[in-house]
């Protein structure tokens, strides 16, 4: 299991010990936190901490993860460490996985009927989904969660270019192109952990850099066949 954490110190000890109750191998990938996340890291045993000297984006931790996995496994299972994903839920995920078949299963987020989901989650959900589609990839309603499991190491030679949280949208139109099926599984999510959920998405930025990415998909799409 991976797990990428910047600056959630006051969720990620909570996250990898519902994590470690499922007895998969843990690897929690630092990318550069600059609070007490990693002091908390240090007091929990079994688990395995990769670091980054520098925040150098989401996506970059977990490839990270994913070569340190694939030394024991060769899936890997993703969950994001700002306490919105149910761990337990993971084993859905793993119910679905079709025999003979190496696909990403991506958890679909299914709100509750009280929840409260900040604006940029819903509109940046469904401004991802379409572009998603556009850029080649599937046909999805949740191509933003982070709760998902990948084939190693076909995931790795996807030549995914972008590197902070543009690089999950990225791989699922790399995937879709390269014959790896996609699907959704339903799982829960809770947008208010406590109280104590932090999000590093920045609506103008991140915007930006999504706009970009799917431009060059959509470039290399219709000028390479790739």
Request: proline residues 6%.
């Amino acid at each position: 299991m991976v797990i990428p954490v910047y600056n959630h110190v006051a969720t990620i000890t909570e996250v990898v010990r519902q994590a470690m109750e499922l007895r998969h191998p843990v690897f929690v990938v630092d990318d550069g936190s600059t609070d007490d996340t990693a002091r908390e890291l240090k007091k929990i045993q079994g688990i395995n901490v990769l670091t980054h000297q520098e925040n150098i984006g989401k996506g970059a931790a977990i490839l990270s993860g994913f070569a340190a996995a694939t030394k024991v496994a060769d899936m890997a299972i993703t969950i994001d460490a700002d306490g919105q994903h149910y761990p337990k839920d993971v084993r859905k995920l793993i119910g679905a996985l079709p025999d003979g078949i190496r696909p990403i299963v991506v958890g679909k987020r299914i709100y509750a009927a009280d929840e409260h989901v900040p604006w940029t989650s819903r509109f940046g959900r469904k401004f991802s989904n379409f572009w998603v589609w556009v850029s080649g990839g599937p046909a999805l309603s949740d191509s933003q969660s982070g709760m998902r499991i990948y084939p190693l190491p076909e995931s790795i030679n996807l030549e995914v270019k972008a590197r902070r949280f543009q690089f999950e949208v990225e791989i699922l139109v790399k995937a879709k192109r390269r014959g790896i099926p996609v699907i959704e599984v339903p799982v829960r999510v809770n947008y208010n952990p406590g109280g104590k959920r932090i999000s590093h998405f920045r609506p103008f930025v991140d915007f930006m850099r999504n706009s970009s990415t799917f431009g060059r998909l959509i470039f290399t799409r219709v000028f390479s066949r790739r």
